[in-house]
């Protein structure tokens, strides 16, 4: 159907993002300053790290420094889905962590846990909804992988629920669907944003010194600390530092060649009316995925708007990242039309804001974590879209990795390894390209994986969403 009338005067901005209640910004750093850990980046990754450093050790003197504003990029404008996964699902946990899978799934769930206490200890007021998620099939090939999940799924410690295409149905009432998965307690629904800031007030309430507006260039040794150079020139002198840039281009180069940028785009709808909600169900607010390749995600917000992105994931060549790519009309459309496809009974419904970002993704599609300059440094990186739950178990390698000392966590095998990392240019985009075209074909091919997705598979580079 024609779609330009239903994005006619859409906003083009986060709708999270677009709110009267975002907070007024905070100091750049004005001079140079000392502390016992800096933390660099103020999405979720610095503000869970910088939040429970403080809880650990509430005398430790933690500065957060932001080149941009709290929370500005994919931490403000994701989909709002904090998962318990850590491994970017089950199927890519089996494949890559198999052995200890099962404490992988716990500790999600723990940490999923926790966010949620957090949430509730600082009150923080971001629309926290643990509702679930719901995997749809839209094809007869993807009913059949779901039920597989079920039937494995118990066996790591997951708890999930086979719906038939009248069950799911049921649930959310779509002609396309052929089955779906109930994950009940695996996933809440949050205001991103949101969610930014009340860590970022949190922070402050416990005595983190945060500054926005400074970016931070370079890194070097100093006697047993570390010292971060400014663009502006003050110099921040830390005893210890955690890195959450995450897309961004690492501060220890060498991190640099296992992370991608790639664009995601949404779309965000009007409120519904109570006869538009009538017409499809969802009495349970679970947040929605499809189980294609190319795969939309979907849920519904506070008030009722129902936020629709996913299926076009773009990389440009040479990792370049500018704000003009975060509009991209001809996937806007497209994504428009998947809507009506999938909700016929809302052809009148009109969308109020489109937008797009980069995100990171690594070539085992979870997130993989290290140190640098003897054990002084720490970062995570790779979250592959799964950073609004995963990152604050993240913060928790991070502040672990930095005492030296080995815990529950630094012992595992997710974290001790590493993905393969990405060939130079040109080779990066072909084959980035090329998988991207493959998982195409493999949607309108009953799931069917092409040779080259195949020789991918056998060396364990994934691709599989």
Same mark, same amino acid.
């Given at each position: 159907?024609?779609?330009?009338?239903?994005?006619?005067?859409?906003?083009?901005?986060?709708?999270?993002?677009?709110?009267?209640?975002?907070?007024?910004?905070?100091?750049?750093?004005?001079?140079?300053?000392?502390?016992?850990?800096?933390?660099?980046?103020?999405?979720?990754?610095?503000?869970?790290?910088?939040?429970?450093?403080?809880?650990?050790?509430?005398?430790?003197?933690?500065?957060?420094?932001?080149?941009?504003?709290?929370?500005?990029?994919?931490?403000?404008?994701?989909?709002?889905?904090?998962?318990?996964?850590?491994?970017?699902?089950?199927?890519?946990?089996?494949?890559?962590?198999?052995?200890?899978?099962?404490?992988?799934?716990?500790?999600?769930?723990?940490?999923?846990?926790?966010?949620?206490?957090?949430?509730?200890?600082?009150?923080?007021?971001?629309?926290?909804?643990?509702?679930?998620?719901?995997?749809?099939?839209?094809?007869?090939?993807?009913?059949?992988?779901?039920?597989?999940?079920?039937?494995?799924?118990?066996?790591?410690?997951?708890?999930?629920?086979? %719906?038939?295409?009248?069950?799911?149905?049921?649930?959310?009432?779509?002609?396309?669907?052929?089955?779906? *998965?109930?994950?009940?307690?695996?996933?809440?629904?949050?205001?991103?944003?949101?969610?930014?800031?009340?860590?970022?007030?949190?922070?402050?309430?416990?005595?983190?010194?945060?500054?926005?507006?400074?970016?931070?260039?370079?890194?070097?040794?100093?006697?047993?600390?570390?010292?971060? /150079?400014?663009?502006?020139?003050?110099?921040?002198?830390?005893?210890?530092?955690?890195?959450?840039?995450?897309?961004?281009?690492?501060?220890?180069?060498?991190?640099?060649?296992?992370?991608?940028?790639?664009?995601?785009?949404?779309?965000?709808?009007?409120?519904?009316?109570?006869?538009?909600?009538?017409?499809?169900?969802?009495? /349970?607010?679970?947040?929605?995925?499809?189980?294609?390749? /190319?795969?939309?995600?979907?849920?519904?917000?506070?008030?009722?708007?129902? %936020?629709?992105?996913?299926?076009?994931?773009?990389?440009?060549?040479?990792?370049?990242?500018?704000?003009?790519?975060?509009?991209?009309?001809?996937?806007?459309?497209?994504?428009?039309?998947?809507?009506?496809?999938?909700?016929?009974?809302?052809?009148?419904?009109?969308?109020?804001?489109?937008?797009?970002?980069?995100?990171?993704?690594?070539?085992?599609?979870?997130?993989?974590?290290?140190?640098?300059?003897?054990?002084?440094?720490?970062?995570?990186?790779?979250?592959?879209?799964?950073?609004?739950?995963?990152?604050?178990?993240?913060?928790?390698?991070?502040? &672990?990795? *930095?005492?030296?000392?080995?815990?529950?966590?630094?012992?595992?095998?997710?974290?001790?390894?590493?993905?393969?990392?990405?060939?130079?240019?040109?080779?990066?985009?072909?084959?980035?390209?090329?998988?991207?075209?493959?998982?195409?074909?493999?949607?309108?091919?009953?799931?069917?994986?092409?040779?080259?997705?195949?020789? *991918?598979?056998?060396?364990?580079?994934?691709? &599989?969403?």
């Amino acid at each position: 159907m024609e779609v330009s009338h239903a994005l006619a005067g859409a906003a083009p901005v986060p709708f999270w993002l677009d709110d009267p209640g975002r907070p007024e910004p905070l100091p750049a750093v004005a001079e140079h300053l000392s502390c016992d850990l800096a933390v660099v980046g103020g999405g979720y990754s610095g503000l869970w790290t910088a939040l429970i450093a403080k809880e650990r050790d509430p005398g430790r003197d933690v500065v957060l420094i932001e080149a941009n504003r709290i929370g500005w990029a994919a931490s403000g404008r994701n989909g709002g889905f904090a998962e318990a996964s850590l491994t970017h699902g089950l199927p890519n946990g089996i494949d890559r962590f198999e052995s200890e899978l099962p404490t992988l799934v716990r500790l999600g769930e723990a940490n999923l846990d926790a966010m949620q206490a957090t949430v509730q200890k600082y009150g923080i007021d971001c629309d926290f909804e643990r509702t679930g998620q719901l995997s749809v099939a839209t094809a007869a090939w993807q009913a059949a992988d779901l039920a597989e999940y079920a039937s494995v799924a118990g066996q790591y410690g997951e708890d999930v629920e086979f %719906l038939d295409a009248d069950a799911v149905r049921a649930e959310l009432n779509s002609p396309t669907y052929h089955a779906g *998965l109930w994950d009940r307690e695996g996933c809440a629904m949050v205001h991103p944003a949101k969610l930014a800031w009340g860590l970022r007030d949190a922070c402050l309430a416990l005595g983190v010194r945060i500054h926005e507006g400074t970016r931070v260039t370079g890194l070097e040794k100093s006697g047993t600390g570390m010292v971060l /150079h400014t663009e502006s020139g003050r110099r921040i002198t830390a005893g210890r530092v955690a890195l959450g840039t995450n897309v961004f281009p690492s501060l220890i180069k060498r991190v640099r060649p296992y992370i991608v940028p790639v664009y995601d785009y949404a779309l965000m709808t009007e409120p519904l009316t109570d006869a538009q909600l009538d017409a499809i169900g969802w009495r /349970h607010r679970q947040g929605v995925g499809d189980s294609a390749n /190319h795969f939309h995600y979907y849920r519904l917000s506070a008030d009722n708007r129902i %936020l629709w992105g996913g299926y076009d994931a773009v990389y440009h060549f040479g990792n370049r990242i500018a704000p003009e790519l975060d509009q991209r009309p001809k996937t806007f459309e497209k994504l428009a039309g998947h809507f009506y496809d999938t909700f016929p009974q809302l052809t009148d419904l009109r969308f109020s804001h489109e937008w797009g970002g980069v995100i990171d993704t690594c070539t085992r599609f979870c997130a993989f974590f290290d140190t640098a300059y003897d054990g002084r440094v720490a970062y995570a990186a790779g979250f592959t879209g799964l950073g609004v739950g995963a990152t604050r178990f993240g913060a928790e390698v991070m502040l &672990d990795l *930095l005492t030296g000392e080995p815990t529950e966590l630094t012992e595992l095998e997710m974290v001790r390894s590493k993905p393969l990392p990405f060939p130079p240019e040109p080779f990066k985009a072909i084959g980035i390209n090329t998988t991207a075209w493959s998982l195409a074909r493999a949607d309108h091919n009953g799931g069917k994986r092409n040779l080259w997705l195949r020789t *991918l598979d056998r060396f364990g580079l994934g691709f &599989d969403s």
